[in-house]
DNA sequence: GGCATTGGTAAGTCATAACTTACGGTAAGT
DNA sequence: ACTTACCGTAAGTTATGACTTACCAATGCC
């Protein structure tokens, strides 16, 4: 897989408000499928669905738990599209950052 | 607009491949919209249309010159981007650094 | 004024993606 | 062994979004 597909696939997971919703849930404490769709407006098989989306993004992982699957966060593919975005930042916007700076972003530059 | 509205906007208009690339010619220098259609497999309307989503998401911005628009790189969206992930980023820190160093900064979210 | 250049908008087409219900497969409890 | 709980997949429906061509407004040039 290109890099080019790899962010493909992470933009396109987070990008419908229900996929990112999971994934917030995923990201704030790992869970079982059942549990993630307890709440949430769609029906569990679509909540499944959005799991594999996540899961082919790189952005969740799972491990089996008896009949249960628990989903956690996976940094891989939350690293790409960061690092994505890193570039622009860095090679584009370094000259603007200090006059777009009334938004304190507070950040480590060392920390990946 | 609310955050999470602003959110799905930029995921939404980063997903599709050809917005994408036209985000990146963007990125790399400020250009006319002709001049960003040039080489593109779609048509300039086609071209306008994807630069209207990222303009609404906040990625870039347009500035008229005679019956030009020259579009270049605005930093609000990518900054709503990068805060966003860089929260979970922090989040998976916590939760997966065993090689890591220990960070100082750190984000508090709610769980849900 | 007349014409060319530039680019945004309208309308319609077509593919895809997000959902539903139905079903099957596996592990655990009794 | 039978039943229950959990969850992934299949199939079908529907809404959305990415594209096209056609058209129109604004600016610059002669």
Redesign the interface.
């Known amino acids: 897989m290109t890099d ?1 597909e790899a ?2 696939q992470a ?2 997971a ?2 419908d ?1 229900t996929r ?1 919703e999971i994934f ?2 995923v ?3 790992p869970r079982a499928v059942g549990e993630l769709a307890d709440g949430l407006p769609v029906s569990r098989p679509a909540v499944s669905q959005h799991l594999k989306v996540l899961r082919d993004a790189g952005l969740v992982s799972a491990r089996a738990d008896g009949t249960r699957r628990i989903y ?2 996976d ?1 891989q593919g ?2 790409g ?2 690092d994505y ?2 570039g ?2 860095n090679r ?2 370094r000259a ?2 200090r006059a ?1 700076e009334q ?1 304190s ?4 530059e060392n ?2």
């Open positions: 080019q962010l493909a933009f396109t987070l990008a408000p990112r917030e849930r990201a704030a404490r956690e966060l940094p939350l690293a599209l960061r975005l890193d622009f930042w584009s916007l603007f950052a777009a938004h972003h507070t950040r480590q920390d990946r």
